[in-house]
């Protein structure tokens, strides 16, 4: 009996390290990408000169980074940061930064992966945090064993005293480990 105690840490620490070496295999996947595309935005803009709104269409250059986590091979979680400019104002751009959470549901074709999801998050440039929800389209193509092209499409409504609807078009490249 003198001997299991120190038994037990030694039981205990390989006991660790096997739940550890699972813990990673199932990380296997997680992937680090980016995307650059544009911006469609259709909000209420501020006519020069005047406080008479009206609603226009805009575009910009749009770009960011991303994370993909599998949990499942037929969901993932993305944490995402993507870069924009809008105009509410006419003729001033405002910087603006989304840090979406997105939740993508995958279907797995052999070397494409399609897929549908939400996102939600929170966009900052206006002056304040505000809040965005909307819905996406996911395409992947694997080039090589850890290297995909991706599509993806977002629709998002974003929380302002104005209304301001966001289609998001992105191309890009994600790197799995």
Not at 14 to 26: I, Y
Not at 59 to 73: E, H, N, R
Not at 100 to 109: A, E, S, T, Y
Request: proline share 3%; hydrophobic share 45%.
């Amino acid at each position: 009996m003198r001997h299991l105690g120190h038994v037990a840490p030694v039981l205990l620490v390989l006991a660790s390290a096997l739940a550890s070496s699972s813990a990673q295999a199932t990380a296997e996947g997680v992937g680090l990408g980016m995307a650059i595309g544009a911006d469609y935005t259709n909000a209420d803009v501020r006519l020069a000169n005047t406080s008479t709104l009206e609603r226009q269409g805009r575009t910009s250059l749009a770009w960011g980074f991303f994370v993909d986590i599998p949990l499942l091979p037929t969901f993932y979680i993305s944490p995402a940061a993507m870069l924009y400019e809008l105009e509410l104002n006419e003729g001033t751009k405002t910087a603006i930064t989304d840090i979406d959470l997105n939740f993508k549901f995958i279907v797995p074709l052999n070397r494409l992966r399609l897929g549908a999801g939400i996102t939600a998050g929170l966009t900052t440039g206006l002056g304040d945090y505000l809040g965005h929800y909307g819905v996406l389209g996911y395409g992947a193509l694997n080039l090589v064993s850890n290297i995909d092209a991706f599509v993806l499409v977002q629709y998002k409504e974003l929380r302002h005293d104005r209304d301001i609807n966001n289609i998001h078009a992105f191309v890009g490249g994600n790197f799995r480990f």
